[in-house]
């Protein structure tokens, strides 16, 4: 029975890394130089989370959502966050009809396997509170019934850094329902050289009697390199990825270590702890491995942690930060 078992997380696992590395080369065809962001994203989508991209405009965030959705034959939808966005306008709403005089159902782009929130920082506080709900629970209450939603659900949802005109800061209920926020920066300069060169080579595209240029959006090719059913496989084989008592001490010590630091007003809730189990578990499948190792929470500690905790008046008028304290934190735990 045990040899079974064996083999099945073995072909579980063969089959996995043959499913990430199909993704891999998809997406690199498009975007250039992200390897990690891709990483991310594949963490977030088998272990069920959410992911949070932060970065200035133009450097493939929308690009990057639009293709993995291409590449696994994901139902996708994207709303630009405005200023003058409603809840119902992601949502939903219950709608009278005149005929009947009864209310009929009028789903929102909130219901769709992955959903990319782009800009999610500039709706106003109401409208990004409006996901919560969505978010942890999966399912969205209109009127007075729940209407759960399609599985597989993942938010990516993308901001624009905060010093930046016409932003709102997320409130720290929402950004502890994004299981990662990754931030992006802008690409080596033999990556954006790649980028121009592929630009170039991009030409045009005819549509009846005129045409238009084509953008990378036009260079994303449509046919899937697997299916839903593979992505089903990868959540489960993530399960299997074994988690030691030694691993699941040292997150609690960081969790633990980031309520009782002295530069912090605000430390990591429990789901960080879980969010981080979850987030090391599927990285190691992605790199090959049936376990997980200490390099995956160092990895992923910044991505996981540093959205959740927040510096305190008096380490901000001394030029420390979050950033700084959690390097501090890590470095304690390592030692």
Request: net charge negative.
């Amino acid at each position: 029975m045990a040899t079974d078992t064996c083999e099945m997380a073995t072909g579980s696992l063969d089959e996995t890394i043959d499913f990430v590395s199909r993704i891999r080369e998809r997406v690199g065809q498009v975007v250039v130089g992200q390897d990690v962001v891709v990483e991310r994203l594949l963490i977030a989508l088998f272990t069920s989370g959410h992911i949070l991209l932060q970065g200035v405009p133009g450097i493939a965030k929308t690009l990057l959502a639009s293709t993995l959705s291409k590449a696994i034959h994901l139902d996708f939808s994207r709303i630009q966050f405005t200023i003058d966005l409603l809840p119902s306008d992601i949502l939903g709403s219950e709608i009278l009809d005149q005929q009947s005089g009864t209310f009929r159902t009028h789903r929102g782009p909130i219901f769709t396997n992955l959903l990319l929130a782009d800009e999610i920082n500039r709706a106003a506080p109401k409208v990004q509170s409006a996901m919560l709900e969505a978010m942890q629970e999966r399912k969205v209450t209109l009127g007075n019934k729940a209407h759960p939603l399609p599985t597989p659900f993942l938010v990516i949802a993308t901001q624009n850094p905060v010093e930046q005109s016409g932003t709102f800061e997320l409130p720290e209920a929402q950004l502890d329902r994004f299981m990662l926020l990754h931030r992006l920066g802008y690409p080596e300069p033999e990556h954006e050289r790649e980028i121009l060169r592929r630009n170039m080579q991009l030409g045009v595209r005819r549509e009846g009697s005129g045409a238009v240029a084509r953008s990378e959006f036009d260079s994303i090719d449509s046919e899937p390199v697997g299916s839903p059913e593979m992505l089903v496989q990868a959540m489960e084989a993530v399960h299997q990825v074994h988690v030691s008592d030694t691993f699941l001490e040292h997150v609690i010590e960081i969790v633990d270590r980031t309520r009782r630091h002295p530069d912090l007003e605000l430390g990591a809730s429990p789901r960080a702890g879980i969010a981080m189990t979850r987030a090391a578990r599927a990285r190691a499948l992605i790199h090959g491995r049936t376990y997980v190792s200490p390099e995956d929470l160092y990895e992923l500690a910044e991505d996981v942690m540093l959205h959740r905790i927040r510096p305190n008046y008096a380490a901000l008028a001394e030029g420390r930060s979050a950033s700084t304290a959690l390097e501090e934190i890590l470095q304690e735990v390592s030692a």
